[in-house]
């Protein structure tokens, strides 16, 4: 059973930048590929960003690519998503997702959640 507990998220103004965290339980963290998940008010769930367990192959959101950078440390069990120029439609309950094998842009794929994270970007 892997534990994720998320860190980071609040409110921005537009434009800014907001860094979140996930860390894990796991020993074997390094076999997990990793994903972050957002969902928005009256929405579903939607793919943010992926990464392997090497932390060398990323994927992302068209909506997403190029502002964010999903990365790795896996001496810390630790993954992070860094967002910058946010904008308002990024508004979201972000959460970090785990499992084992390789990355997958599907919810339904992922074994392990995290709590869930408020981000709230102001116009």
């Known amino acids: 059973q892997v534990q994720l507990v998320q860190s980071g998220g609040g409110l921005v103004q537009a434009g800014g930048s907001l860094k979140l965290s996930c860390g894990a339980s796991?020993?074997?963290?390094?076999?997990?590929?990793l994903g972050w998940f957002r969902q928005a008010p009256g929405k579903e769930r939607e793919f943010v960003a992926s990464?392997?367990?090497?932390?060398?192959?990323?994927n992302y959101a068209d909506s997403v690519k190029g502002r964010f950078t999903i990365s790795r440390d896996n001496a810390k069990n630790t993954v992070y998503l860094q967002m910058n120029s946010l904008k308002p439609e990024d508004t979201a309950v972000y959460y970090c997702?785990?499992?084992?094998?390789?990355?997958?842009?599907?919810?339904?794929?992922?074994?392990?959640w995290g709590q869930g994270t408020q981000v709230t970007v102001s116009s």
């Open positions: 990464i392997n367990g090497s932390g060398d192959l990323t």
């Open positions: 997702a785990a499992r084992s094998g390789i990355t997958r842009v599907e919810e339904y794929a992922y074994d392990y």
């Open positions: 796991e020993r074997a963290f390094g076999n997990y590929a």
